[in-house]
């Protein structure tokens, strides 16, 4: 069935975005903002710095390593060396989600731990605070592992948070290590998820050999259970019989990272925030990676189909066609009613690192189009596909993150698959130690903008008119204010689960609803007398 769509030029947009800037500023943002063809997936300009005085969405390298990918884990204490804000910000509340297996196990997810430090530390140094701080969490919740998060005033001043963690080690006689991921050592959170993931494969990933029971094993990396994703997808792993040994890090443990190693599979969902250890993991122990997305009810029965034909088994495969053939149903009933509602609406989306592709899964099967999206801190990699690897450029910002030297470890090295076949895999698109990112996904003639400013939100907006814009809690209240509804994608707001199949469901329903509520349109902002109309002059283009 052709349908006709109104689409905006993205090339006039583009141009009135940047009329506004100072001509250097233009030129910068000229190679970041970009006209999608999915045949020929034009070069962005990704992860550099942002132009100071620009309003942008992104978070600090603090915010990667300590918030995202080591905050999910509910039985080690991580403890913020910084000043109070840093570590109240970065307080998960109720953001991810974790279950303790028995009412008393170990769960500090809902604490903040911080070293608070004063101006006098910052003279004086902090060190002596901070051993105080891990002796007195120590003390008050005997944690099996704690680790220490450096802010931006612990580089400045060069307190030695590697030597404080050894020696508290060897003092309290558990598993303690630091991370120097202070706010500014990179150019976003993105630098922050490198660092912690050197720090799990040097301090925690392969301490025990002892493998779980099982006999399809696999660690999934990237999933941070916002929202309870993580809970829908383990629902499905154990209805099929798949052994999760680890998840990095959505409702996680410190002795489940330590035997992930005895997996013969690891599934990357967000492939920024996580394929270093993916790569690290493979050099090292010999577990390949293969791209999955649980966003969408179709890409989710793709990515189970893709753990069955890697392990090669005709029981396994049987089954997962069992739980999908059991689960589609109440998916296609939830959508036969909200389809005539949503089809032909205009989302929007800019999140993070991973989440403005996967979502747009969600949306196709909605009927909706997506006709702008970006990320805050990708690297080209997650736009055009990690063919362009090899071209990227080492900037002094990217050198500034250590990049291990893995080797194989000769006691625990056991190649899972032999490599033809992986290559057999990969060339039949199952994206085996692949991802061919988000511009292959988009439409042609849509717009991606990595990095968006606040002033480039507002252009597309009032240029769009889109129905539903998503991003995170900064953005919310002004993409509102301008009549249209936003939803949150690190946090779902009040919803979510938004994974698997139940989760599709959820989406469905949360994204007919903010579509179709007129109150939006009711809105009046003050600045909207001088609104520019909303205006579709591109041909409509039959798809
Ligand atoms: Fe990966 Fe994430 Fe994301 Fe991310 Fe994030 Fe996040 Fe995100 Mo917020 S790890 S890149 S650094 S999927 S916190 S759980 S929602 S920006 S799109």
Not at 86 to 111: A, I, V
Not at 187 to 213: E, F, K, M
Not at 517 to 532: C, G, N
């Amino acid at each position: 069935m052709k349908e006709e769509y109104p689409k905006t030029d993205p090339l006039v947009l583009k141009e009135l975005i940047l009329k506004k800037y100072p001509s250097k500023v233009a030129k910068k943002r000229d190679k970041a903002i970009v006209v999608n063809d999915p045949e020929i997936p034009k070069q962005i300009q990704a992860n550099v710095r942002t132009i100071p005085g620009i309003i942008t969405q992104r978070g600090c390298t603090y915010a990667g390593c300590k918030g995202v990918v080591l905050g999910p884990t509910r039985d080690i204490v991580n403890i913020t060396h910084g000043p109070v804000g840093c570590g109240f910000y970065s307080w998960l509340t109720r953001r991810n989600q974790t279950k303790p297996e028995k009412p008393d196990d170990h769960n500090f997810m809902t604490y903040c731990f911080t070293t608070d430090m004063q101006d006098s530390d910052i003279v004086f140094g902090g060190m002596d605070k901070l051993r105080k701080a891990i002796r007195e969490a120590y003390e008050l919740f005997h944690p099996i592992s704690i680790a220490i998060f450096s802010t931006c005033p612990v580089g400045l001043i060069g307190d030695d948070v590697h030597s404080i963690a050894r020696e508290m080690k060897e003092e309290l006689g558990i598993n303690v290590f630091a991370f120097s991921c202070e706010g500014y050592r990179g150019v976003s959170q993105s630098a922050g998820h490198h660092i912690a993931n050197n720090g799990l494969l040097l301090n925690v990933i392969g301490r025990n050999d002892t493998p779980p029971a099982g006999k399809w094993k696999i660690n999934l990396l990237g999933e941070y259970n916002i929202g309870g994703d993580a809970f829908e997808i383990e629902r499905l792993f154990n209805k099929i019989g798949i052994t999760l040994v680890a998840t990095l890090s959505g409702n996680s443990t410190i002795p489940s990272f330590e035997h992930a190693h005895t997996a013969d599979l690891n599934l990357v969902m967000c492939h920024r925030s996580i394929n270093y250890a993916a790569e690290m993991m493979e050099k090292k122990f010999g577990i390949p990676w293969i791209k999955v997305n649980f966003i969408g009810a179709e890409s989710t029965a793709k990515s189970l189909r893709k753990i069955g034909v890697y392990f090669e088994d005709a029981e396994l495969q049987k089954r997962i066609e069992e739980v999908i053939a059991e689960e589609m149903p109440p998916v296609k009933n939830a959508l036969k009613e909200v389809y005539p509602r949503t089809k032909g609406k205009l989302a929007m989306l800019f999140v993070g690192g991973s989440r403005a592709h996967h979502y747009q899964e969600l949306f196709k099967e909605l009927g909706m189009r997506t006709i702008a999206a970006g990320y805050e801190f990708a690297h080209r990699d997650d736009y055009e596909g990690r063919f362009v690897l090899p071209t990227i450029q080492i900037d002094a910002d990217n050198r500034n993150i250590e990049e291990l030297e893995i080797e194989p470890d000769p006691a625990r090295y056991r190649k899972r698959k032999d490599d033809n076949t992986l290559d057999e895999l990969n060339k039949a698109g199952y994206e085996v130690r692949d991802y061919y990112g988000m511009m292959k996904d988009m439409e042609k003639g849509t717009l991606v903008i990595d990095d968006i400013s606040h002033w480039e939100t507002e252009k597309l907006i009032e240029y769009c008119k889109p129905d539903v814009f998503c991003a995170g809690i900064k953005e919310k209240y002004i993409v509102q204010k301008m009549g249209v509804p936003l939803k949150q994608l690190h946090s779902y707001d009040y919803g979510g689960p938004y994974a698997g199949f139940k989760g599709a469901i959820n989406f469905y329903r949360d994204i007919d609803s903010m579509v179709n509520a007129t109150v939006w349109k009711l809105l009046k902002a003050p600045w909207d007398v001088q609104k520019v109309e909303a205006h579709y002059v591109l041909e409509p283009i039959t798809i």
